[in-house]
């Protein structure tokens, strides 16, 4: 067999049993009927343990979720932590490309309720997330900000639409489960969105590793 057909995530993850049966739990807990919900699973390891292996054992299950569930990553670099927000770009970058593959309704849905919601500040995620311009069939539209305008009403904007955004992607795939590895090399920026994710009551059904 060539290394290009090698199936490793066939392999089965040794001497991880009672940790991958608490994860699975973790998303079967988020998934019971009634109870939505968000969770928080942290995986501490030395390089090498099997971490995002681990993590990946969660991804056939919310693959197989009828209604249609998401499991995404993003990695975190330790040569890449000055540039803001990679790994959550990288996530939901790929999100974004899997709403594309489910087809033009669905992207169309998505649309309507990001320009209802946002309006011209659906540039400011689209900066960010530049696969997002494929759902949003988005050309090089700006948000109308003026020259006063704070970095802090800018952030604020930005946070607003960035919760927008989730809670819109959250409600077409359910459960999202959003796995970011080497946590230890985020920016200030993403662990700020991360805060910020967690703490929005209204974004549910959503499992962060």
Known sequence: MTINKLRFHL??????DEEVKNLSACLERMMQPGRQTKELVMISGYSGTGK???ASTLQTKVNSVKEGGAFVTGKFDQFRSGEPLSAISQAFGELCRM???KGATLCKEIEDVLRAELKSEVYLLSQIIPDLKKVINQDTEHAKTSDDTTSDARQAQ???AFRVFVRTMSSHFSPLVLCLD???WADVSSLDIIELLL???QNKCSLMI
Do not use: I, M, S
């Open 99 to 101: 709403t594309v593959k």
């Open 52 to 54: 995002t292996t681990l």
């Open 11 to 16: 392999v089965h993850l040794l001497g991880r």
């Open 158 to 160: 930005f946070n607003y």
């Open 182 to 184: 080497d946590l230890q």
């Open 199 to 201: 703490a929005d009551v």
